[in-house]
């Protein structure tokens, strides 16, 4: 058994027991653990030729970006550990090196320092659920807003067929057949449809089309007049690298924070809300 294959059935193992060179007496830092393990799936059985291992690498790499959708440079600077990964690359990577695709079977077989971080990052790994968690289908809701829509309104807790057809159209109960039998939605009753025993996964992109359709569907400027309706902010400036720093830390910090009040039992309710959080840079070329 090489390196590689190693690595792969030890984090393939429910006990995780992984005995990799990866590991040491001491538990790695997370960009530390991840870097070790992309190192052994890049040379595993490399050949004993310089230039024939680098290109076996370079060949592993490009690989490994078209079957997880990450940027070759971003997979080398998380090798070099130059960056931290988000929990979705994370996610990413580990479903390349293990081939699961279940992302609550695979917080079981990664590595501590791994799991902990997702858990604590991934709104989904936040709570226990019996349901599956795939990336795998949602192109299907990206390439279909009213899809994406539906699937997140079912989100919130069951919803009457007669609200989506009334919403929707019969189009919209044609989408809701087709989510159900994609095991995403399932009927509760005759005339009620929630979430089903899959879960996906949600994408950067799929968060992004997310955010875009219920912001430019529900939103609603016009009763942001008063304190207890809504909240809109926006602000722009320039700024240090610094600064900018910690703005993505106050963001994500802020939502980590909303994500654990709804996660409470006492927090459950009737109102249906959503919350989108982005902050980017403006791009100077097109």
């Known amino acids: 058994m090489n390196e590689w294959q190693e690595l792969r059935s030890s984090l393939e193992t429910p006990k995780r027991s992984v005995n990799h060179r990866a590991r040491t007496r001491r538990s790695p830092t997370l960009m530390a653990q991840v870097a070790a393990d992309l190192t052994v799936y890049l040379t595993a059985g490399k050949e004993s030729d310089r230039h024939s291992s680098a290109t076996q690498t370079s060949r592993r790499l490009n690989f ?26 994370l996610l990413k990577i580990y479903r390349h090196l293990t081939g699961i695709n279940d992302d609550r079977e695979l917080l079981a077989r990664v590595p501590d320092v791994v799991r902990d971080f997702l858990k604590a990052q991934h709104p989904s790994l936040m709570v226990e659920s019996p349901r599956s968690l795939r990336e795998d289908l949602a192109e299907k809701l990206i390439a279909n807003p009213i899809a994406l829509e539906i699937y997140l309104w079912c989100g919130t807790g069951p919803v009457k067929r007669s609200s989506l057809r009334a919403r929707f159209g019969a189009y919209g109960l044609q989408v809701v057949d087709e989510l159900i039998r994609d095991r995403v939605l399932m009927a509760v009753t005759a005339h009620e449809v929630a979430w089903g025993e899959i879960e996906i996964s949600p994408t950067l992109e799929l968060l992004h089309r997310a955010g875009l359709r219920l912001a430019e569907q529900h939103a609603r400027p016009q009763l942001g007049y008063e304190t207890s309706h809504n909240h809109l902010g926006f602000f722009i400036e320039a700024l240090t690298p610094e600064a900018y720093q910690a703005w993505l830390k106050i963001d994500a910090e802020a939502f980590r924070q909303k994500v654990e009040l709804a996660q409470k039992p006492e927090s459950r309710g009737s109102i249906r809300a959503f919350t989108y959080s982005v902050i980017d840079q403006i791009s100077e070329t097109p």
């Open 64 to 89: 490994m970006a078209r079957k997880t959708g990450l940027h070759v440079k971003t997979l080398q600077r998380i090798l070099q550990q130059q960056t931290s990964p988000t929990a979705v690359t």
